[in-house]
């Protein structure tokens, strides 16, 4: 079965500092992963996807993740967070047949001023 | 073009009672797709429609809950009789295919608080 870990549930950086929200998959074949993220009252949002094509994929907002086979890691990064970036972060694994999304248990990201 | 919207926002309800959520997908969005997040856990799949049919309801907790999706357009999901562990965010999200490259886009969830 599909697990994901997520390493921190909570990540604290001040404005304008890297971003790394990290993440480990289980699968038994070539996955799909995504990250999505939730602000406060709002729905979740896709970021980015990685569906084996490019191993670095670019997502929304400046975010970006690196697909690491080697290490099972989907780590999202960011150069440099904004105060608007202060949200709650899941990283997710599809199932094979794709009807089922499988989340890791989220990550807080809080920024400071 | 509108998103996925979930009706209501919050509901507040005695145990045992009833509660019906609903969902409305994206228009053209084949499948339909409920998830619920329980205090202090993960976001877990619950079912999965293509259409009006049920594809997968794997992750359904219990026979007290019953989902469907009439006419294949929007879909609820009721819970009877309310219990306390039936408490948290319950997202719908929608997609216009099943492929595990999709995005499924999500709602704005409805929360749910079992007194």
């Known amino acids: 079965a599909q697990s994901v870990t997520q390493l921190d549930s909570h990540v604290s950086v001040s404005e304008g500092t890297p971003v790394l929200l990290r993440c480990n998959y289980s699968?038994?074949?070539?996955?799909?992963l995504f990250w999505y993220v939730q602000h406060p009252n709002k729905g979740l949002q896709l970021l980015l996807k990685?569906?084996?094509?490019?191993?670095l994929v670019k997502g929304i907002n400046g975010f970006e993740a690196e697909f690491k086979k080697s290490e099972t890691s989907f780590h999202l990064t960011k150069p440099s967070a904004h105060m608007s970036d202060a949200a709650e972060y899941f990283c997710?694994?599809?199932?094979?047949?794709?009807?089922?999304?499988?989340f890791g248990a989220g990550t807080i990201l809080r920024v400071k001023s | 073009e509108a998103g996925v919207t979930q009706f209501p926002s919050h509901s507040v309800i005695e145990k045992g009672q009833t509660v019906t959520l609903r969902c409305d997908p994206i228009?053209?969005?084949?499948?339909l797709y409920w998830y619920r997040r329980v205090m202090g856990k993960e976001i877990k799949f619950l079912l999965h429609?293509?259409?009006?049919?049920?594809?997968?309801e794997s992750g359904m907790p219990n026979n007290r809950f019953l989902a469907e999706r009439t006419g294949g357009t929007y879909s609820t999901l009721k819970v009877q009789p309310a219990e306390l562990e039936d408490s948290g965010v319950y997202f719908c999200?929608?997609?216009?295919?099943?492929?595990?490259?999709?995005?499924?886009?999500f709602g704005p969830g409805t929360r749910l608080t079992v007194l």
């Open positions: 999200a929608s997609s216009p295919r099943v492929a595990s490259t999709d995005t499924q886009y």
């Open positions: 699968s038994s074949y070539s996955p799909s």
């Open positions: 990685y569906t084996s094509a490019a191993t």
């Open positions: 997710v694994v599809s199932d094979l047949r794709g009807n089922k999304l499988v």
């Open positions: 228009s053209g969005h084949d499948n």
């Open positions: 429609f293509v259409k009006e049919s049920k594809q997968d």
